[in-house]
């Protein structure tokens, strides 16, 4: 089953699930259209389920994403946004079918998700529905565990801070992403002289820093020992990366998904390739002109990585989109209410935090405090204040 089938499947249970919901308010629980609903939607659920452990539905904002990727709006649009506009009216973020799921359980559900708001909706042994939350403790300033920011869902998850991790792992790590920063240059240094990139050499670095994040490292301490390599480009692209995927993989992102992020991530100012080194690499202010030559490096990008084999179709958007705002403001221009992916969206918090943090001939380093108001301020308009709330949460600065 290709992914295209899954979301069409997926956009088929939920249209059949907001009718037996929709239904169930009308009439009631045991109305004979609401049994009629539940079953195709069923019936269309079970063969899925067959090759899926798991099917995870997240609510990020706006956007549905259906095992961690976003509906593509079509004929199922109006049926998603009713959906969203259910599970937002029962505070549910992240509905998880699991395998065995037996029709009662989904009976139940719709008579949760139909009851009235004061009746919250329980998680059965095969529907674990939750918030979107972080699977760390919180640590105060010495770095001890003082409790947790929440857990996910399921439950089940095992959460882990810096304090736990033994030293040895930790110099292990980061000299590995040291080398990987230099990989990253030359990576980029071929590309920028021979116009070829090397794909297993992105897929690489990708797995690489996955292996990292299975050992739970704060991503802000990682980031904070690759300031002394002074090529701000690879620097920046690799802390990028790393912040990126650590959004990513919190918010649950895992497997192929979690490694296109990466690659996303990792190739996102690859148009820089194309912009002379003295409008690049200039000290102190740009001019206007300067400035759009800049600004190029999105579409620049996104043509250049279309022209490759391997390349993922992600990073190809998120080279375009990087720069969007979440209000659809940003460049570069596109018509159409365009919205970013969430790859995108997640990157560009990254990118914009990453800039303020970093020490530059004509810009001194931000303090930390400072970036989070920015970010704080920036969020509804420029960020997804979802995404923003999340990231402060990860760099453990609790959006008030
Ligand atoms: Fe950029
Ligand atoms: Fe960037």
Not at 139 to 154: H, L, N
Not at 168 to 188: F, G, Q, R
């Amino acid at each position: 089953m290709t992914e295209r089938d899954l979301q069409d499947a997926l956009s088929r249970v939920i249209s059949l699930l907001t009718a037996a919901v929709t239904n169930t308010s009308l009439y009631s629980r045991s109305h004979p259209q609401v049994a009629q609903y539940v079953h195709k939607a069923y019936a269309v659920l079970e063969p899925l389920m067959e090759c899926h452990q798991e099917i995870t539905l997240l609510l990020i904002g706006n956007d549905l994403l259906a095992d961690g990727k976003p509906f593509i709006a079509g004929g199922a649009a109006s049926s998603v946004a009713g959906f969203i506009r259910i599970l937002k009216k029962k505070g549910v973020e992240r509905l998880t079918f699991v395998a065995g799921l037996p029709i009662s359980e989904l009976e139940a559900l719709i008579g949760d998700l139909a009851s009235s708001e004061s009746i919250s909706v329980r998680s059965t042994p095969f529907i674990k529905l939750g918030k979107v939350e972080l699977r760390i403790k919180k640590a105060d300033k010495q770095g001890e565990v003082v409790g947790e920011t929440g857990t996910a869902a399921s439950g089940n998850n095992s959460a882990h801070t810096v304090a736990e991790v033994p030293p040895e792992a930790l110099h292990e790590l980061l000299a590995l992403t040291s080398a990987e920063i230099d990989e990253l240059k030359m990576l980029y240094l071929r590309a920028k002289n021979h116009k070829k990139i090397d794909v297993r050499g992105v897929d690489e670095m990708v797995k690489g820093f996955i292996r990292g994040f299975r050992r739970e490292i704060n991503p802000l301490g990682l980031l904070a020992s690759l300031k002394s390599v002074h090529e701000y480009t690879f620097t920046h692209v690799t802390n990028v990366c790393i912040l990126t995927m650590s959004q990513a993989e919190t918010l649950g992102f895992t497997g192929e998904q979690l490694h296109q992020i990466g690659v996303a991530s990792l190739l996102h100012d690859v148009g820089k390739i194309f912009i002379p080194d003295e409008i690049l690499n200039k000290p102190g202010k740009l001019t206007s002109e300067e400035r759009s030559v800049i600004e190029t490096h999105t579409v620049k990008g996104a043509r250049y990585l279309m022209g490759i084999d391997g390349i993922p179709k992600l990073a190809v958007l998120s080279a375009l989109e990087h720069h969007l705002k979440y209000d659809g403001s940003g460049y570069p221009s596109i018509k159409g209410g365009w919205q970013p992916n969430i790859a995108s969206q997640l990157i560009s918090i990254a990118d914009v935090f990453d800039a303020m943090r970093s020490r530059r001939s004509y810009q001194a380093e931000m303090p930390i405090g400072q970036i989070t108001e920015v970010l704080r301020k920036g969020s509804g308009s420029s960020f997804n204040p979802q995404l923003v709330d999340h990231f402060l949460r990860l760099i453990r600065y609790q959006a008030k």
